[in-house]
């Protein structure tokens, strides 16, 4: 039992916090859950609070906020799409703000990182892959479908490339969501390994006491840069999405 307490996964494990439960299904309210509403909470509070105002000289969450406003819009959205893509900015800058706040969240710690979930990832990628397919056909029709051709290949090599292609745009909700999972997964479960280290050689005292520091050290190292991997795996994720709907809207002209 204490084996299993001190694992690196125990971290991620999904606990019920209100048990509901409808003809056989499990509809618990989860530890995975709260810490979802909390990310949908505060990231709406930031927004809101840093608009309110609204003042010619803005304070500094308006000022964060209008940051994180121009980052998405013009460095992302319009970076990516041009005009066009202002249509689709409140999507892409509501999944920046949830996963980066999910990210962030997972870091405080006896907290829970929601994206270190496939299921939660994959949920995300999935409603992006379904926007990408109903924007391409309400946007071109069957002709949609064009976008499995590559332009200037020859016929002959259609029967080879065209496969590739469709199986490539299938993967995309699964890249997506591996990828965010991954890179949370991977680094909490780091941290947790070498807090591990920190305290069992602490509980060991003597010489192996004082050897505490190298792994202290790499815990810190690790904590900086999941840091930076918290905010940039967000703006890949909402990147990743602009570049997807841009092939959509523009298909082969992009």
Not at 3 to 17: D, K, L, N, Y
Not at 43 to 67: C, F, H, N, Y
Not at 214 to 239: K, R
């Amino acid at each position: 039992m204490a084996a299993h307490g001190h694992s690196p996964m125990v971290q991620f494990e999904v606990h019920p916090i209100i048990p509901i439960h409808v003809g056989g299904y499990d509809l618990s309210f989860t530890n995975s859950s709260l810490w979802m509403v909390l990310a949908v909470a505060t990231a709406t509070l930031v927004m809101w609070l840093g608009v309110k105002r609204d003042g010619i000289i803005p304070g500094r969450l308006q000022s964060v906020v209008e940051l994180i406003y121009d980052f998405i819009e013009r460095q992302t959205v319009l970076n990516v799409m041009g005009e066009e893509g202002r249509r689709f900015f409140p999507f892409v800058l509501t999944i920046f703000l949830f996963i980066f706040f999910s990210n962030y969240f997972g870091l405080i710690p006896y907290s829970f990182t929601v994206t270190s979930h496939i299921i939660v990832t994959f949920a995300m990628a999935l409603v992006v892959f379904v926007t990408v397919l109903g924007v391409g056909f309400w946007t071109h029709g069957l002709h949609f479908l064009s976008l499995f051709v590559p332009s200037g290949a020859p016929g002959w090599l259609l029967p080879v490339l065209v496969p590739i292609e469709i199986i490539s745009f299938l993967t995309r909700p699964m890249s997506l969501s591996v990828r965010l999972a991954a890179n949370m997964l991977a680094g909490h479960t780091m941290l947790k390994v070498f807090a591990g280290f920190i305290v069992t050689m602490l509980s060991a005292g003597g010489i192996l006491a004082a050897f505490a520091v190298a792994p202290l050290l790499a815990g810190i190292a690790v904590t900086t840069l999941e840091v930076l991997v918290a905010g940039i795996q967000a703006w890949v994720f909402a990147l990743l999405t602009c570049i997807y709907l841009n092939e959509a809207v523009h298909l082969h002209e992009h």
